[in-house]
């Protein structure tokens, strides 16, 4: 992953962007006043979780690579 993230940043950060916003998006199941009301709430917080760990994700790999270049150049 590291290799990767290195290689493509962009394409890395965007795929996590793509997956946060999937993973918000089933959080919204067995809420009420949304869309997914009448789905399981069990559904929705694991969606949830997964969204706060993809975050997260998502900002260390964005702070490492600019941690990382900011070494290089200087």
Same mark, same amino acid.
């Given at each position: 992953?590291?290799? @990767?993230l290195? !290689?493509?940043?962009?394409?890395?950060l965007?795929? /996590?962007?793509v997956?946060?916003?999937?993973? %918000?998006? *089933?959080?919204?199941?067995? @809420?009420?006043? !949304?869309?997914?009301?009448?789905?399981?709430?069990? /559904?929705?917080?694991?969606?949830?979780?997964? %969204?706060? *760990?993809?975050?997260?994700?998502?900002?260390?790999?964005?702070?490492?690579?600019?941690?990382?270049?900011?070494?290089?150049?200087?």
């Amino acid at each position: 992953m590291r290799h @990767q993230l290195l !290689t493509h940043p962009v394409a890395s950060l965007a795929a /996590l962007l793509v997956l946060a916003f999937g993973f %918000f998006m *089933l959080s919204a199941s067995g @809420q009420s006043g !949304t869309f997914w009301e009448n789905g399981p709430s069990w /559904l929705g917080s694991i969606g949830w979780i997964c %969204f706060l *760990l993809t975050a997260l994700t998502f900002l260390v790999s964005a702070g490492y690579i600019v941690v990382r270049r900011a070494r290089r150049t200087a």
